[in-house]
């Protein structure tokens, strides 16, 4: 099943348990109705919907309207940091570093750019104000227009890149396959992504994303 479609599904069935059973519970409504909008932004493939600005940080009114989603992310977030085993970060050359979403004292050196791939979190305040810090958000799973990717490929400098989405996997994966294409370092996406999982074993791309980097290396090989 898609990301949309599980979306969609579990907004539906939280809405209908909450006004079934109401009282306190009415509260799965809005938690159902923010699932049900982020199923219908993945179908659209509106990666803004919950608002992220160019510097990182969240409106007002998406705190207002996805409370209970923003709150949902945030604690399964939290407890897959402090679970996993696997690292922060790894290096995959000696300019390019992945992974996950990063708190301020996990930054190991500098990097020219600082590449924040969620459209679900705001960055911490410290690192959004990192010179080389860039938002291109990406709903989870999700996978943007080849050509808007190739774009915000483009707009990076030459030097250490740090790029990372949630928990650098997917988002992750499908911007660095396409930077390293862009770059000629890797010459075929099964190439890049060995290459990937070689530092990072949990790399793993959904249908969406496999299509989107497939356009986008046949449109870099012409």
């Known amino acids: 099943m898609s990301h949309r ?19 306190w519970l009415l509260l799965t409504v809005w938690l159902g109705g923010n699932f049900l909008a982020l199923g219908i932004a993945h179908a659209k493939s509106f990666h803004r919907v919950l608002g992220k600005r160019s510097d990182g940080s969240l409106p007002l009114w ?4 996805f409370l ?9 977030w939290h407890i897959l940091r402090l679970v996993s085993r696997e690292p922060a970060q790894n290096e995959v050359a000696q300019d390019l570093v992945i992974g996950r979403r990063l708190l301020p004292w996990e930054i190991k050196g500098e990097f020219v750019n600082y590449v924040d791939l969620t459209a679900e979190f705001p960055e911490p305040q410290a690192i959004r ?3 080389g810090y860039r ?12 050509g808007a990717l190739q774009d915000a490929i483009n707009q990076l400098r030459p030097g250490r890149t740090f790029i990372h989405c949630a928990q650098g ?14 770059s000629r370092s ?5 190439e890049g992504l060995e290459k990937l999982r070689d530092v990072r074993p949990g790399i793993q791309l959904s249908a969406a994303q496999q299509k989107c980097i497939n356009e986008f290396a046949g449109a870099n090989s012409k």
Not at 135 to 146: K, R, V
């Open 186 to 190: 890797v010459r075929t996406v099964p």
């Open 5 to 23: 479609h599980l979306l969609i599904l579990l907004g539906l069935v939280l809405i209908a348990f909450g006004l079934f059973e109401r009282g």
């Open 135 to 146: 938002s291109f958000p990406i709903l989870d799973g999700a996978a943007p227009d080849p």
């Open 169 to 182: 996997h997917g988002r992750t994966a499908l911007f660095t396959l396409a930077a390293m294409l862009n």
């Open 68 to 76: 209970p989603y923003l709150l949902y992310m945030g604690a399964v």
């Open 62 to 65: 998406s705190w207002l309207v």
């Open 129 to 131: 104000k990192l010179p």
